[in-house]
């Protein structure tokens, strides 16, 4: 049981780029999230999702997609990355109200 | 929006001596609070939570305090050890489901 996985761990990607952040977890828990934590802040939610096939706009979702295809697996997207996106991101997935998080991804926009 | 906020945002201890860290919450309505560790480089880790119908809840070594009245949330634990050097933040969950983070307190134990 490998709980929530994420890769890739790091990435630095150039203003423009475009790139996927893939969370996965083996618990079998309908709702997931990504949260990205930033210096002085606490986590803010990006997107989230409640089950397979659904995703929902959270607290900071401008730049960012989401595809919740597996149930196992939450997608975050940056179609065209910004410096104003280098952060680290986490993924958390639910069980009743607890959240497990993954050990988060590290990127950096040039 | 939520405003969840930490009193404190460093704190040193004496190894062996107790730690209490607090925070405040504004949503009157908000149903579950959660505490979290967060080491270096790693995602945050689960220690204890709370219902909004509790008001003290016991784990070990650690013991989380709600007050409602003042909208107030503590994590107390007894005889910190340098494996507790960390960041400590909460959480609340509103009815909606929604999670709201504080920034976080980071804690120092001094051997």
């Known amino acids: 049981n490998a709980g929530v996985t994420q890769t890739p761990k790091f990435r630095v990607l150039k203003t423009g780029q475009s790139m996927t952040l893939l969370c996965a977890q083996d618990?079998?828990?309908?709702?997931m999230y990504w949260y990205r934590q930033d210096p002085g802040m606490g986590l803010r939610l990006i997107h989230y999702?409640?089950?397979?096939?659904?995703?929902a706009k959270g607290e900071v979702p401008d730049g960012y997609n989401v595809s919740r295809l597996k149930k196992q697996n939450f997608l975050l997207g940056l179609e065209s990355a910004a410096p104003s996106q280098t952060s680290v991101y986490f993924c958390?997935?639910?069980?009743?109200?607890?959240?497990?998080f993954g050990p988060g991804t590290r990127l950096t926009v040039t | 929006g939520e405003s969840v906020g930490l009193h404190l945002p460093t704190l040193s201890v004496q190894e062996g001596d107790n730690s209490i860290i607090n925070c405040a919450y504004s949503?009157?309505?908000?149903?579950?609070f959660i505490w979290y560790k967060q080491e270096s480089g790693k995602g945050p880790q689960f220690i204890i939570d709370?219902?909004?119908?509790?008001d003290k809840r016991q784990g070990q070594r650690v013991t989380v305090l709600l007050n409602k009245t003042v909208k107030h949330l503590s994590l107390q634990i007894a005889a910190t050890q340098p494996g507790d050097s960390a960041v400590y933040f909460c959480a609340e969950k509103t009815p909606g489901n929604q999670f709201y983070f504080g920034t976080g307190t980071s804690l120092t134990v001094i051997p």
């Open positions: 618990m079998n828990h309908e709702y």
């Open positions: 949503n009157s309505a908000s149903d579950y």
């Open positions: 709370i219902r909004s119908n509790m």
């Open positions: 999702s409640v089950g397979e096939g659904t995703t």
């Open positions: 958390a997935s639910q069980t009743r109200e607890e959240q497990y």
